[in-house]
């Protein structure tokens, strides 16, 4: 079976992961693997599970991979999903995919996620359920811009947590999809060292500057939005780390997923406190680049109390 749908998998260096991902996709249409210049097997196994190889060269701005694919691919389809390589799509949600975009009065679908962590579904820690809006009509949809003063802030060639804003109306589908990394929590530490250099300073511009209006803030709202509204109240709550972990574990009851969750929230708790942190090193930059530029030089800058934690 050939469902009208073009699939779109931005990669590097996902020779782990990027088989089982393809091969639960091998239903649709097309598929396009963007990669930007792997240098392992990714694309090697890409061609061999027939995909379409497109390279993106990431040029520092804007757009990033997801927006420069959906403005530039020649999708030949209306619809299209869009997945990561550590995510795979389950028969029954094929099937329930078939049937959505038949329907007449939506313009997208979000989907939720069943995340796996250490061989575990973590049902509990506030991550289930977890919508993403992936399947849409292309011409539709674009991922987030969050304003200016956020362009050199460097993440890579995509956006932490990125969100599709559609121009239309979006359902929700009732199956999952899942979302399994293969690779070791070196590689989910590796990551996440490089997503708090990330937050850090979008947290840190979001302090100064308006908040994105591409995406409503409504406690009472979708999900997304929901999301958007304890994002912004979050930035200003004092000892993250600390009420993380109590959040996720305690309250948001991940102890019920046993060791996976246990660890899974210290981990996050742990990435919070490194948000923080280099959240500090921005501002101490600043002040130290508002004293070069005053005319203070190379003299030795004096450390206060509050620099020498």
């Not at 990431?58 to 990033?64: E, F, L």
């Not at 060639?157 to 990125?162: A, G, L, P, R, W």
């Not at 250099?197 to 929901?226: C, D, I, M």
């Amino acid at each position: 079976m050939s469902l009208p749908i073009s699939v779109l998998i931005p990669v590097k260096n996902e020779e782990t992961n990027l088989a089982a991902c393809l091969r639960s996709v091998a239903w649709a249409d097309e598929v396009f693997v963007v990669d930007s210049q792997s240098t392992d097997d990714t694309i090697r196994i890409a061609e061999r599970l027939g995909a379409n190889i497109v390279q993106f060269y990431y040029r520092g701005s804007w757009p990033k991979k997801k927006n420069w694919a959906l403005s530039h691919l020649p999708f030949r389809n209306e619809w299209i999903l869009i997945l990561d390589a550590d995510e795979r799509i389950t028969r029954d949600l094929r099937d329930e995919m078939a049937e959505a975009i038949q329907r007449s009065g939506y313009d997208g679908y979000f989907i939720n996620r069943k995340f796996i962590f250490l061989g575990r579904w973590i049902k509990h820690c506030g991550w289930y359920p977890s919508w993403n809006l992936r399947l849409f009509k292309h011409k539709l949809g674009r991922y987030e811009y969050l304003g200016a003063g956020t362009e050199d802030i460097r993440s890579g060639d995509n956006e932490v947590h990125e969100h599709v804003i559609i121009q239309g109306k979006a359902g929700y589908l009732r199956h999952d999809m899942l979302h399994e990394d293969f690779r070791d929590l070196f590689h989910w530490i590796e990551r996440h060292n490089r997503y708090s250099s990330w937050e850090a300073k979008v947290y840190q511009h979001l302090r100064t500057a308006a908040f994105p209006k591409t995406l409503k803030t409504n406690l009472f709202g979708e999900p997304l939005q929901r999301k958007r509204f304890l994002k912004r109240l979050w930035i200003y709550v004092p000892c993250k780390p600390f009420i993380k972990f109590v959040v996720m574990y305690v309250f948001m009851l991940g102890f019920l997923d046993g060791k996976a969750g246990y660890y899974f929230c210290r981990l996050h708790s742990h990435h919070e406190f490194n948000i923080q942190a280099k959240q500090y090193e921005v501002r101490f930059q600043n002040r130290l680049n508002g004293r070069h530029s005053a005319g203070i030089g190379d003299q030795h800058v004096e450390l206060r109390s509050d620099d020498s934690a």
